[in-house]
DNA sequence: TGGTGACATCGACCACTGTCAATGCAACAT
DNA sequence: ATGTTGCATTGACAGTGGTCGATGTCACCA
């Protein structure tokens, strides 16, 4: 056969795959890394969950203090990740701070995830 | 009316909304905390897409060192990351290692991501 | 006006993480 | 046997992130 020689050539190149499509920019994978990040901590899922579970879907600090067995500091700075990064938004209604989800965030980043 | 010298006792507690539904529990968060924080990394999430774009849906550690721009002791300890994390799944073939995708993974953590 | 309660911010500490150079190891070629 | 190549591991370093006490701020009440 003619392409006995060309065989030993594409051997030698056999570890390096070709792509076959399109991968994810780097600037896309920090985005999400960024999203993700907010969303990697136990504390931050607990809030969340809780805040979701919460009788109008709302919730203030005071609600959220104790079941984590957290300081107010850590609280109050994990719900600024969480509302800097888009998941709860606050509203502050006379002394207290209410925080709700914001519809269809974590679905979103779920969605960005299965596509990369 | 009766009921009127209730009200006041329950504004007192009108801060603290009780729960409608069950929120997630202090070890699922941590475990679902764990695989988003190995996944909440730009070249991680890069090396995935990688994978996944490769002809087979595989590639060896010498396709992915050139494209993310970092060295190889790097990559292969992202690498070591997404295996122990479940997202890839390595394979040692001669001199080369080659990784791929774990099929559904990517999934089922965003399906559990919605559900929080 | 002063006091109190709810929340945010600051400063500091400690643990963790991403990165790379150096090294180790195993498979292959010569 | 010796060298080479592909990859993993180690050790060290700098940067980041979670936590809390102390403090600041604002709304509300007496």
Redesign the interface.
């Known amino acids: 056969m003619t392409t006995r020689e060309l065989l030993p050539v594409i051997d030698v190149t056999a570890?390096?795959?070709?792509?076959?499509?399109?991968?994810?920019s780097?600037d896309h994978?920090?985005d999400?890394?960024r999203s993700?990040?907010a969303?990697?901590?136990?504390?931050?899922?607990?809030l969340?969950?809780?805040v979701?579970?919460?009788?109008?879907a709302?919730?203030?600090v005071?609600?959220l203090t104790e079941?984590l067995g957290l300081s107010q500091p850590t609280v109050s700075h994990h719900l600024k990740v969480l509302v800097d990064s888009g998941y709860l938004e606050r509203e502050k209604r006379g002394t207290?701070a209410y925080f709700r989800l914001v519809p269809g965030s974590?679905?979103s980043?779920?969605?960005l995830?299965?596509t990369?």
């Not at 570890?15 to 994810?24: F, G, H, M, V, Y």
């Not at 979701?52 to 109008?56: H, R, V």
């Open positions: 570890c390096c795959s070709p792509l076959t499509r399109d991968t994810i780097a994978a920090d999400l890394a993700l990040k969303l990697a901590d136990p504390a931050r899922l607990r969340i969950s809780i979701a579970a919460s009788d109008g709302e919730a203030c005071c609600d079941p207290w974590l679905d980043v779920a969605h995830l299965v990369v």
